[in-house]
C-alpha cells in the first residue's frame, strides 16, 4: 500500500492517509480476522486457540511483524497463525474449512463495513466540502481495499495461509499431508514471486473484482438520497 502511493501520483496527502488506513488494519481489523478463526474453532468444540490465548481482539496476541510490515508496505500480509485441533472437531475437514474461511469472511464484512462509512463520508463531502470529509472517504477506503486485499491473499492455496486449509477438503489427505512437509519452501517462494512483482497483476485482478461487488452493494442505502 504505501509502496504503491509512494510510486504513484498521489499526493502527500494521499500517502499519509493510506499510511494511516494501513496501520489501523494493523492493530484494530487484523485481530478481527484472527478472533474470528479461533471464535469458529470454539465454537466448533476446540478450545485451543482460547488456552493459547488467541481467542481476543488484543492485536498484540496476534500481529507478526513481517506480516504487518508486509500490510503496510504493499497492502497485504498475514498474522500468526491461530492453533486448532481438528479432530475435536465433529466433522475435522469441514470444520477445518469453517476455520479457514472464518478470517477472509470476517475482512470482506469489515470491507463492505468501511465502504458504506466511506460512501457517507463522499455524500457529505458533496454537501460541505471539509477536509474531513475528504479525509474520512479516503481512510475508509483504503481500509476496505486493504481489507479486501488480505481476504484475497489469505485464500492463496499456499500454507500457512488460509487458503491450504480449504485444500484439505478438495485433496486426498495422503497428498495434502505431502504438500504441507514443504510448507517453508512454498511461502518462502511466494515471497520471492511477491518482491519481483510477479505476484501483482492476479492479486490486484482478483482483489479489484472483489472490491466492485463491495461498491456496488454498498452503493445501494444510498441510492434513496
Not at 8 to 32: E, H, Q, Y
Not at 99 to 116: C, E, K, Q, R, T
Not at 158 to 169: E, F, Q, T
Not at 187 to 209: A, E, K, M, R, Y
Amino acid at each position: 500500500m504505501l509502496f504503491d502511493l509512494l510510486t504513484s501520483k498521489g499526493n502527500m496527502t494521499d500517502v499519509l492517509i493510506g499510511l494511516m488506513a494501513s496501520v489501523f488494519v494493523v492493530f484494530c481489523t487484523l485481530p478481527i480476522h484472527e478472533f474470528a478463526h479461533a471464535f469458529v474453532a470454539t465454537k466448533l468444540g476446540d478450545d485451543t486457540a482460547r488456552l493459547k490465548g488467541r481467542l481476543t481482539l488484543n492485536p498484540l496476541a496476534h500481529i507478526d511483524p513481517i506480516g504487518a510490515a508486509m500490510i503496510i508496505l504493499v497492502g497485504f500480509g498475514y498474522a500468526k497463525a491461530v492453533p486448532f485441533n481438528a479432530r475435536r472437531f465433529k466433522n475435522p475437514k469441514v470444520g477445518t474449512v469453517l476455520v479457514a474461511l472464518a478470517g477472509p469472511s470476517a475482512n470482506i464484512l469489515m470491507a463492505l463495513f468501511f465502504m458504506l462509512l466511506s460512501n457517507g463520508a463522499v455524500m457529505l463531502y458533496s454537501i460541505n466540502q471539509a477536509l474531513v470529509w475528504y479525509v474520512s472517504y479516503m481512510f475508509f477506503y483504503y481500509a476496505a481495499t486493504i481489507n479486501v486485499s488480505l481476504a484475497v491473499f489469505n485464500l492463496l492455496p499456499v500454507p500457512p495461509l488460509d487458503g491450504s486449509k480449504i485444500l484439505a477438503i478438495l485433496v486426498p489427505s495422503k497428498y495434502y499431508f505431502k504438500y504441507l512437509q514443504y510448507e517453508r519452501y512454498v511461502i518462502l517462494g511466494v515471497f520471492l514471486l511477491i518482491i519481483l512483482g510477479v505476484l501483482d497483476v492476479p492479486l490486484s485482478f482478483l482483489t479489484g473484482i472483489v472490491m466492485r461487488g463491495i461498491e456496488a452493494i454498498s452503493k445501494l442505502p444510498f441510492m434513496l438520497f
